[in-house]
């Protein structure tokens, strides 16, 4: 077994890689990008060699870089991980050729499999069902607009060389051709190199099901079975499952059986899938070849209890497989949902900014368990609380993996564990897969690669008006926080100053408040009790109104009383934003209040943000100045109002991150703040 990996990757692949090398006591080297100096898989391995540069290409794509990183380490071996260089071939070629083993397939499996017109020719050669198409090297419009009309409309026009998504359009007539063609050859264009198309018929509505392949070089091939990757946006996979559900134990043999021929006839070794479209009557057709570890691995890996990792290892280092195929079962049901920076309402595009609060649910991390039952939740995560999310690198956060004896069981608990999941400090797609997981169809499930497309009224609906127990909720969490801070700036817990109950002699107390979901603002009366010792609250929010009463406050976890109905909820609040579940649903609210800012912040708080939009007046420290608690910071300017930022505690400004007269939103960071705690 190899001493030393270099893992030519970033994110939660080159932190899955490393887990299980330090787990076969091999010592681990990170390459890192300028801008990722400080990220999650950095500090994930033994050592660490910057290879420059911002963007992918000038980076994790420059493959003399990370040859000169390897030979620097003293690597014997190099992972490529997913994305970026692993299923180029030439970087395959550039490894071998400068002494390292590559961990993957040769560079002749990479190229033939990595052309789809070739790897369709190959398949059909190896008896492999294949969908009607064009798979030839004349790209002139005429003859390709003839070719789609000899297939049938509607037709898939698809990059040779892509993947991923990039490249593919959908032409359901003939006057929509030419235009999707231009679009899809400048597409593939930009992200290949190369604008080459092929044609094939497009199934209406079919499942994407692939197949987990392994192949060494002792002539042994065997499958782990299959996940159903049907569920998909822009053509890319957002949630997979392994087993595929419906399928007969002689339909998984069946298609088991076909994948081990295609890799069979590529003298494929290592890792890879088999992708296939399966139609309505359970018929199968080779999609492509992934010539390396794919993101949806763990499902695989939770059910069969195997190290997919740890079996390409094994095999790189000239081993034969671990097991046969008559060793290899499974067991229950796993379901991976993959949590990104975007924005599903805005055409899943990526969203960048800082990552101020990333809470998970209970979990193991990157490892496979021994037992799933006692390690039934799975997180390989690439990032951390404080992380910067950048436009150039793929968004995706996290893989949420669960594991349940059925299909049910698991659903049962990714719908517990996204709603523990909380990531605040720029839009991620959270609340549609928890939409997603309660999904009739899904749940159903009534599987294909059009699901998201005809529930997207239900998936990417806007909340409207904020739900009115959510607003009751927020304001208990705010009751409560103000409670327990109430003293942050006396320590005389009698001090009448200090109270936060709302007395007022003779009188009663409503206070205005206004709480928003980033569309819609509630703008709320809440009224406290007129007597001391008193503890129903009255709260009137956009024609709705209550008395409510706190019951429970504890860990996060709210039990209020409006009337007769009980609200239970769990309830994260970071500054002035409130991460709100109740009742299956879940909303985000922030505060907006300019009198509460210095009550509800924490004395940890490091990331000082704006508590409501406006301008800035004035900015009163700069990076690097030590400043006593209260020391005036920021000064702003908002709803006819000055507010000043003040510091919370004793400690240092390490960055400011706007000017005078910049405008800035709600929850904009200002500066960063770290405190000094005393001995």
């Known amino acids: 077994m190899f001493r030393k990996l270099l893992i030519a990757n ?11 090398a ?16 400080n990220a999650k898989h950095v500090s994930f391995c033994d050592e660490a060699f910057g290879i420059g540069g911002i963007t992918a290409r000038e980076s994790y794509l420059a493959i003399p870089s990370i040859i000169r990183a390897a030979r620097d380490s003293g690597a014997e071996a190099v992972h490529p991980g997913y994305g970026f260089l692993a299923e180029n071939a030439e970087f395959a070629e550039a490894c071998t050729a400068a002494g390292f083993v590559f961990i993957g397939p040769t560079a002749a499996a990479i190229r033939t499999m990595g052309d789809k017109s070739a790897a369709k020719s190959v398949m059909t050669k190896a008896g492999v069902p294949v969908l009607p198409g064009y798979l030839g090297e004349n790209q002139e419009l005429d003859f390709l607009r003839s070719q789609a009309g000899a297939i049938g409309y509607p037709v898939m026009l698809k990059a040779r060389a892509g993947g991923g998504g990039k490249g593919m359009r959908v032409a359901h007539q003939a006057g929509e051709f030419d235009d999707l063609l231009a679009a899809c050859r400048r597409e593939a264009k930009n992200s290949f190199g190369h604008d080459s198309i092929l044609i094939e018929k497009y199934l209406d509505r079919p499942r994407h099901i692939e197949v987990q392949i392994f192949g060494d070089t002792h002539g042994n091939w065997v499958y782990l079975f299959e996940r159903d990757c049907s569920v998909q946006r822009r053509h890319q996979k957002i949630v997979e499952e392994s ?26 070794t290592g890792a890879g899938t088999i992708e296939f479209l399966v139609d309505h009557d359970a018929r199968f057709y080779f999609l492509e070849m992934n010539t390396r570890l794919q993101v949806e691995h763990p499902v695989t890996e939770m059910i069969t209890g195997q190290d997919l990792v740890e079996w390409q290892l094994l095999v790189a280092a000239g081993a034969p497989l671990p097991q046969s195929q008559g060793q290899l079962g499974f067991r229950g049901h796993a379901i991976e949902a993959r949590v990104y920076a975007e924005k599903p309402s805005s055409g899943f ?8 609060v990333f809470k998970t649910p209970k979990a193991i991390h990157f490892l496979v368990p021994s037992s799933p039952e006692m390690a039934s939740v799975r997180l ?54 928890r939409r997603l997981s309660r999904l009739s169809d899904f749940g159903i499930p009534k599987l294909d690669t059009g699901l998201i497309a005809r529930n997207e009224a239900f998936l990417l609906a806007s909340q409207g008006v904020i739900r009115f127990p959510f607003v ?25 100053w200090a109270t936060t109950s709302g007395w007022r002699l003779n009188s009663s107390y409503t206070r205005r408040l206004s709480w928003s979901d980033g569309n819609q603002i509630a703008d709320v009366a809440l009224t406290y009790p007129a007597g001391p010792g008193l503890s129903r609250y009255h709260l009137e929010a956009d024609g709705d109104s209550a008395d409510f009463e706190i019951l429970e406050h504890n860990n996060g976890n709210l039990v209020v009383l409006t009337g007769s109905r009980r609200i239970t909820g769990r309830v994260y609040r970071r500054n002035d934003i409130y991460d709100l579940a109740a009742d299956d649903e879940h909303a985000t609210l922030s505060l907006i209040d300019p009198l509460a800012y210095n009550l509800l912040a924490d004395e940890e708080e490091t990331q000082l943000t704006a508590p409501m939009p406006g301008r ?22 908002a709803m006819k109002m000055e507010h000043t930022i003040v510091a919370l505690s004793d400690g240092q400004v390490d960055r400011v991150f706007v000017n005078v007269s910049d405008q800035v939103s709600e929850g904009s960071q200002l500066l960063h703040f770290t405190s000094h705690k005393p001995d």
């Open 22 to 37: 330090a787990r076969l006591g091999i010592r681990t080297v990170a390459v890192y990008s300028d801008v990722d100096k």
């Open 10 to 20: 970033r994110g939660e692949i080159a932190c899955r890689v490393a887990a299980t």
């Open 349 to 356: 595009l990526p969203s960048t900014g800082i990552l101020e």
């Open 243 to 268: 087993p595929a559900p419906g399928l007969t134990q002689s339909q998984r043999r069946s298609i088991g059986e076909t994948a081990v021929a295609a890799a069979r006839a590529v003298n494929y």
């Open 472 to 496: 009751v909720l927020a304001t208990a969490a705010l009751l409560k926080s103000e409670e327990q801070n109430r003293c942050i700036d006396s320590h005389d817990l009698f001090s009448p």
């Open 616 to 637: 800035i007046v004035a900015v009163l420290v700069q990076a690097g100045q030590t400043v006593a608690k209260g020391t005036p910071l920021i000064v702003m300017e």
């Open 380 to 433: 390989d995560a690439g990032v951390r609380a404080g992380d910067t999310v950048i436009p150039h690198y793929d968004p995706l956060l996290a893989k949420l993996v669960v594991w349940g004896q059925d299909r049910a069981e698991a659903l049962t608990r990714l719908r517990a564990a996204l709603d523990e999941f909380v990531a605040l400090g720029l839009e991620t797609n959270l609340p549609f897969l």
